[in-house]
């Protein structure tokens, strides 16, 4: 392959997408890969100018852009890519000139949102996570449990714009997922096994300590997440206040969200929960925060598509404790402890087994040990010989 076209959502800085592709695009280039990125939005990106251009297609909940797709059109022809890849592109217009101009076609899912007009499988007034389908089950799901906009006609408007989207990928010619519980879930949605393949995201060298930093002292449990009720801070603090204070890790929460930073807050005070809030950190100052922590703690409330902070952690040497959400169970293995989804007894537990010795070091070889199926080069051998069909 001498040419990749991509088109993804934003090309910049954002969230988990936005980071898989800052680590993979240079891995490519690197490779002699000529990678031209195509975005709906565009900020403060690595790439260069020179490669990437902007094509303003329609968003989420936007309508389709026929003006867009025969931009996208007319550059497919005039780059002549090898292989295309679109990462998080709702634009049914869009897809369909991709689909039409007859290229190897890659979609990258990378989170639930193509496969759940709510975005994230869980319901918006009931305490559980959806495993239905979409389509039908959407639209008795907006009466019964609040989805989407609630019982209303724009409600099923945007079900059945979604279900269009999802029509479209599943003619791509692979689907790739970071999960288990993600191939699952569009096998589930009408999507041929056959064209899925698992490819959980790749960790760049420089997240690998070598060699790990011995065991924390005094403990620190550290939680590394945007700070939204479904990442489950909240829950986690309500564990730890059931650990005797004298057992209790300190809390480090690393993340950004004022609501629930808030919330968190007077949840710790009214416990007695001592947490340290070191708001968002980048990459280097993160690492050195998990190679002062004892383990990481991943209470995802909703089906993580795969839960990248857990990884970070083992590449560090640290073991995680977790709720057994989505894609959790693919790395967590016997490298750290799940347990079920808000129970926060069982969290407790997990923790205090999880920070001693002698389990503390068994946990945290088998984690370090994990992290090397995520180095970043292996992955791109396998995402090129993917995407060339």
Same mark, same amino acid.
């Not at 490298?335 to 087994?353: K, N, P, S, Y």
């Given at each position: 392959?001498?040419?990749?076209?991509?088109?993804?959502?934003?090309?910049?800085?954002?969230?988990?997408?936005?980071?898989? !592709?800052?680590?993979?695009?240079?891995?490519?280039?690197?490779?002699?890969?000529?990678?031209?990125?195509?975005?709906?939005?565009? +900020?403060?990106?690595?790439?260069?100018?020179?490669?990437?251009?902007?094509?303003? !297609?329609?968003?989420?909940?936007?309508?389709?852009?026929?003006?867009?797709? @025969?931009?996208?059109?007319?550059?497919?022809?005039?780059?002549?890519?090898?292989?295309?890849?679109?990462?998080?592109?709702?634009?049914?217009?869009?897809?369909?000139?991709?689909?039409? @101009?007859?290229?190897?076609?890659?979609?990258?899912?990378?989170?639930?949102? #193509?496969?759940?007009?709510?975005?994230?499988?869980?319901?918006?007034?009931?305490?559980?996570?959806? *495993?239905?389908?979409?389509?039908?089950?959407?639209?008795?799901? *907006?009466?019964?449990?609040?989805?989407?906009?609630?019982?209303?006609?724009?409600?099923?408007?945007?079900?059945?714009?979604?279900?269009?989207?999802?029509?479209?990928?599943?003619?791509?010619?692979? =689907?790739?997922?970071?999960?288990?519980?993600?191939?699952?879930?569009?096998?589930?949605?009408? =999507?041929?096994?056959?064209?899925?393949?698992?490819?959980?995201?790749?960790?760049?060298?420089?997240?690998?300590?070598?060699?790990?930093?011995?065991?924390?002292?005094?403990?620190?449990?550290?939680?590394?997440?945007?700070? *939204?009720?479904?990442?489950?801070?909240?829950?986690?603090?309500?564990?730890?206040?059931?650990?005797?204070?004298?057992?209790?890790?300190?809390?480090?929460?690393?993340?950004?969200?004022?609501?629930?930073?808030?919330?968190?807050?007077?949840?710790?005070?009214?416990?007695?929960?001592?947490?340290?809030?070191?708001?968002?950190?980048?990459? #280097?100052?993160?690492? +050195?925060?998990?190679?002062?922590?004892?383990? #990481?703690?991943?209470? +995802?409330?909703?089906?993580?598509?795969?839960?990248?902070?857990?990884?970070?952690?083992?590449?560090?040497?640290?073991?995680?404790?977790?709720?057994?959400?989505?894609?959790?169970?693919? !790395?967590?293995?016997?490298?750290? =402890?799940?347990?079920?989804?808000?129970?926060?007894?069982?969290?407790?537990?997990?923790?205090?087994?999880?920070?001693?010795?002698?389990?503390?070091?068994?946990?945290?070889?088998?984690?370090?040990?994990?992290?090397?199926?995520?180095?970043?080069?292996?992955?791109?051998?396998?995402?090129?010989?993917?995407?060339?069909?």
């Amino acid at each position: 392959m001498r040419t990749l076209l991509l088109l993804c959502d934003q090309a910049g800085p954002a969230g988990g997408a936005e980071r898989y !592709w800052e680590t993979v695009v240079p891995a490519l280039v690197a490779r002699g890969i000529r990678v031209r990125i195509l975005a709906r939005e565009t +900020s403060r990106h690595p790439y260069g100018d020179d490669a990437v251009a902007r094509v303003a !297609w329609g968003a989420e909940s936007e309508p389709p852009n026929d003006a867009a797709a @025969a931009a996208v059109a007319a550059e497919i022809r005039r780059v002549r890519p090898d292989a295309i890849v679109t990462a998080s592109v709702f634009d049914r217009a869009v897809l369909d000139a991709v689909h039409a @101009a007859a290229v190897p076609w890659t979609v990258r899912l990378h989170d639930h949102r #193509a496969l759940c007009p709510t975005g994230d499988r869980v319901y918006p007034q009931f305490p559980a996570i959806c *495993t239905a389908a979409m389509g039908a089950a959407c639209c008795a799901a *907006t009466l019964l449990r609040g989805c989407v906009r609630g019982p209303r006609p724009a409600s099923f408007a945007a079900i059945a714009a979604r279900v269009a989207v999802r029509r479209r990928i599943a003619r791509a010619d692979r =689907i790739l997922v970071s999960s288990g519980h993600m191939r699952a879930t569009c096998i589930a949605n009408g =999507i041929a096994a056959e064209r899925i393949a698992i490819t959980p995201p790749p960790l760049p060298d420089a997240a690998f300590a070598q060699p790990p930093p011995p065991r924390a002292d005094p403990q620190r449990l550290i939680f590394a997440s945007r700070l *939204t009720p479904r990442k489950g801070l909240r829950s986690l603090v309500a564990a730890l206040a059931r650990i005797a204070p004298r057992r209790r890790p300190l809390l480090v929460v690393a993340g950004s969200g004022e609501a629930e930073e808030r919330a968190a807050r007077a949840d710790a005070q009214r416990s007695g929960v001592a947490v340290a809030w070191r708001g968002r950190l980048d990459a #280097a100052a993160l690492r +050195s925060e998990f190679d002062d922590a004892t383990a #990481a703690a991943v209470p +995802s409330l909703w089906p993580e598509p795969f839960g990248l902070v857990g990884i970070e952690a083992q590449a560090r040497g640290r073991p995680a404790v977790a709720y057994d959400v989505g894609g959790i169970g693919d !790395w967590i293995g016997d490298a750290g =402890i799940a347990v079920a989804r808000g129970d926060e007894r069982a969290l407790a537990g997990a923790i205090e087994r999880i920070v001693e010795e002698p389990a503390w070091s068994a946990f945290a070889r088998n984690a370090r040990r994990r992290a090397e199926s995520y180095r970043l080069d292996a992955h791109v051998a396998r995402l090129l010989d993917l995407c060339a069909g």
